[in-house]
């Protein structure tokens, strides 16, 4: 790919996914999503665009009965997405703050697109570092041949295919759906104690000053003691609650996966879904990593509200607008 156009990145929400595989199968003819699919499918082929899929979209996937219509989609979806995947969040948070930690002393930051979006099973279920063998049996250069041949025959779309339809347990299993049921009532159970609070400002503060102690901290602290700095040169003694956001927002992952949670939380009549826990996933990366992304309304509606979209730079859709994504994909063409 040409290092000075680098391609932009477009992530669909699951129900898109299903929507723009309908055009393409035929079941929907509507000529405004045909010319748009077509325009994606040009833009991809000439490396212009990059459509990656993750964890959440093949759960989803898992959610149709039928394998017919399963296979179908999955096909199409690995058509356009060639197989590019991101990893999940949870392990890009250190590198959000190795990259603050950076900037604040004058450093170039790391490249985490680069880090977390790629062609591989070991995006899409890991943490993008290759497979590897091991071996004090076999010559070094042997086991090196054994692992390039590893890493290219995972890092193609058919292996992520043969992923998405024949290895159903990693994505939806009992197991899994019951972790996720545990964690939706412990997220009502937080819910309910933080609304304890009638204040609503010092509810929201008493949230982040949780979010900051439980999540950023104890890794600060950890990369402090191995990069032998203070912790007062990341967050300074008496620093104030508006330098505090400030801070919190040059963490993109960490900030957006934050707004997304508590202003979901702040709709005390709206019960938690499971979801919810997928969309936030998804969407607490490419928010803030994906030049364009068209997901559910409801949240997209709350990262426009906390406005995630000017704050880093994405142009955010839902199905009720999708067409409007023709002119942006126009202007990449150009």
């Known amino acids: 790919?040409?290092?000075?156009?680098?391609?932009?990145?477009?992530?669909?929400?699951?129900?898109?996914?299903?929507?723009?595989g309908q055009v393409h199968y035929g079941i929907n003819n509507d000529k405004n999503l045909v010319r748009i699919l077509e325009k994606i499918k040009r833009l991809v082929d000439d490396n212009k665009l990059i459509v990656p899929i993750n964890v959440t979209n093949v759960v989803e996937l898992y959610k149709a009965s039928d394998s017919g219509k399963r296979e179908r989609l999955a096909k199409f979806m690995i058509s356009i997405s060639k197989g590019y995947c991101f990893i999940q969040f949870v392990y890009l948070t250190e590198?959000?703050?190795?990259?603050?930690?950076?900037?604040?002393?004058?450093?170039?930051e790391l490249n985490i697109q680069e880090q977390a979006i790629g062609q591989g099973t070991h995006f899409l279920i890991a943490e993008g570092i290759p497979p590897r063998l091991t071996s004090d049996k076999l010559d070094d250069s042997i086991l090196q041949l054994m692992n390039?041949?590893?890493?290219?025959?995972?890092s193609t779309p058919e292996a992520i295919l043969d992923l998405m339809l024949n290895h159903?347990?990693?994505?939806?299993?009992?197991?899994?759906?019951?972790?996720?049921d545990s964690m939706v009532n412990e997220i009502e159970t937080i819910r309910n104690d933080e609304y304890k609070i009638k204040d609503k400002n010092y509810r929201h503060k008493v949230r982040i000053a949780k979010y900051i102690m439980q999540i950023i901290n104890p890794v600060l602290a950890e990369l402090c003691v191995?990069?032998?700095?203070?912790?007062?040169?990341?967050?300074?003694?008496?620093?104030?609650?508006?330098?505090i956001m400030k801070l919190f927002k040059e963490l993109p992952i960490l900030?957006?996966?934050?707004c997304l949670t508590s202003e979901r939380d702040r709709i005390p009549n709206r019960p938690i879904q499971k979801n919810d826990i997928y969309d936030i996933a998804s969407l607490s990366f490419a928010i803030p990593y994906c030049d364009y992304v068209v997901g559910e309304r409801?949240?997209?509606?709350i990262a426009k509200k906390k406005n995630l979209d000017k704050l880093y730079n994405t142009i955010l859709l839902t199905k009720s607008n999708f067409n409007d994504l023709e002119s942006y994909l126009d202007k990449i063409q150009s």
């Open 1 to 20: 790919m040409n290092a000075h156009n680098p391609p932009k990145y477009l992530y669909l929400d699951q129900n898109i996914w299903i929507y723009l």
């Open 95 to 108: 590198v959000e703050i190795i990259n603050l930690i950076r900037k604040i002393f004058g450093l170039s």
């Open 148 to 154: 390039e041949h590893l890493v290219r025959t995972q």
């Open 168 to 180: 159903r347990s990693i994505f939806f299993n009992n197991k899994n759906e019951k972790l996720f």
């Open 226 to 243: 191995e990069y032998r700095f203070p912790p007062s040169a990341i967050i300074p003694q008496g620093i104030t609650f508006k330098q």
């Open 255 to 258: 900030y957006t996966f934050f």
């Open 298 to 301: 409801f949240f997209i509606s």
